[in-house]
Nanobody
Framework: VQLQASGGGLVQPGGSLRLSCAAS????????MGWYRQAPGNERELVAS???????NYADPVKGRFTISRDNAKNTVSVQMNNLKPDDTAVYYC???????????????WGQGTLVTVSS
């Protein structure tokens, strides 16, 4: 199973970016999907997550600015990031909890990081 992330880049404060991540390979089902981020010198922190049923969870710093969504048919998760701030600068990692061999036995898989830089 692989997770392929895309969509990072350089944006000015107040701008928007959309990150996407697609899971591929032999998988049975996907439970939670989401995004973490890690800024230089900081620990990796949860940004947003979404369950297979569509329940969402956001970190306080991004509430009202970021929107997470997923397409269960395509095994993709995206996050729309609006009103970006310099503090949002980080490497963003997508993740998914995936059952690959045994139904309802899930392991966490990670995508490669994608850099988001918010700067004027």
């Amino acid at each position: 199973v692989q997770l392929q992330a895309s969509g990072g880049g350089l944006v000015q404060p107040g701008g928007s970016l959309r990150l996407s991540c697609a899971a591929s390979g032999r998988l049975l089902s996907i439970n939670a999907m989401g995004w973490y981020r890690q800024a230089p010198g900081n620990e990796r922190e949860l940004v947003a997550s979404i369950t297979s049923g569509g329940d969402t969870n956001y970190a306080d710093p991004v509430k009202g600015r970021f929107t997470i969504s997923r397409d269960n048919a395509k095994n993709t998760v995206s996050v729309q990031m609006n009103n970006l701030k310099p503090d949002d600068t980080a490497v963003y990692y997508c993740y998914a909890t995936i059952a690959t061999l045994v139904p309802n036995v899930y392991n966490t898989h990670w995508g490669q990081g994608t850099l988001v830089t918010v700067s004027s």
